[in-house]
């Protein structure tokens, strides 16, 4: 019993890679940025620290648990991802559905220790994080896509201190975009094979004879 419950445990972590923590880290920066961009360290600034890395902790295992119960048909084809919890049967849709739950709930009470406004932009992105599982089916950008809903916590942390939105923001906003579209990209290659043949989209696909100028080309925006 207590191997099972064991076991359990390590599939739910493997779920929302809650072992592999560096993905949560790149959501984490784009909050850090937000935050400190014009703004010196303060009490409630390291407050709003704190809260961003638990909430890019939880979220992203959130994000990870979605996409893996949407994808796990896909999941299943591609040589990275076929030993993943779901596809591997390891722990059923309904698990995987009660976890994100958790997370989403745990998320929330991280969220509702700031004002409202913040609150409302914070929930304006989580429908995008849902649709993003799809944007692979039918377009060859979902690099985009992710740079949208990954860079979102520069909006909302710098909203958190200022109340309103700047030129500034908007600009680190889009340099975070840009810097998701080249990591993201050079993941993607790892891929290419396998999403070609199941007709899965990724800039990688789309540029697939240029690697170095299309990543350099990110890069150097975001820049």
């Known amino acids: 019993m207590y191997k099972h419950f064991k076991n359990k445990i390590r599939y739910f972590i493997e779920l929302g890679r809650y072992n592999k923590l560096y993905g949560a880290f790149l959501l984490m920066w784009p909050c ?3 935050s400190l961009i014009n703004y010196q360290i303060d009490q409630i600034s390291l407050k709003n620290l704190f809260l961003f ?9 959130a ?12 999941d299943a084809k591609v040589k990275r991802t076929k030993n993943r919890p779901l596809v591997s049967k390891k722990l059923t849709k309904v698990e995987a559905i009660l976890f994100l739950i958790f997370q989403l709930f745990f998320g929330l009470i991280i969220i509702l220790n700031f004002d409202l406004k913040t609150i409302l932009i914070s929930f304006f992105i989580i429908p995008f994080v849902f649709v993003y599982p799809f944007v ?9 896509f992710l740079g949208f809903v990954f860079n979102w916590g520069i909006i909302i942390a710098y909203f958190s201190l200022h109340h309103t939105i700047n030129l500034g923001c908007i600009i680190l906003y889009l340099a975070g975009l840009f810097l998701t579209l080249g990591y993201d ?3 993607a290659f790892q891929d290419v094979t396998d999403d070609k043949k199941h007709n899965i989209g990724s800039v990688a696909v789309r540029y ?16």
């Not at 890395?53 to 295992?61: C, H």
């Not at 994000?63 to 896909?74: E, R």
């Not at 004879?209 to 080309?217: E, Q």
């Open 208 to 223: 697939q004879k240029y690697p170095r100028l299309i990543v350099s080309f990110f890069y150097a925006t975001s820049i």
């Open 63 to 74: 994000g990870c648990t979605i996409n893996d119960i949407i994808d796990a048909p896909l």
């Open 53 to 61: 890395f638990l909430g890019s902790i939880v979220m992203r295992g």
């Open 32 to 34: 850090y940025w937000g």
């Open 136 to 144: 692979k089916k039918i377009s060859n950008y979902p690099q985009v």
């Open 185 to 187: 990209t050079i993941y």
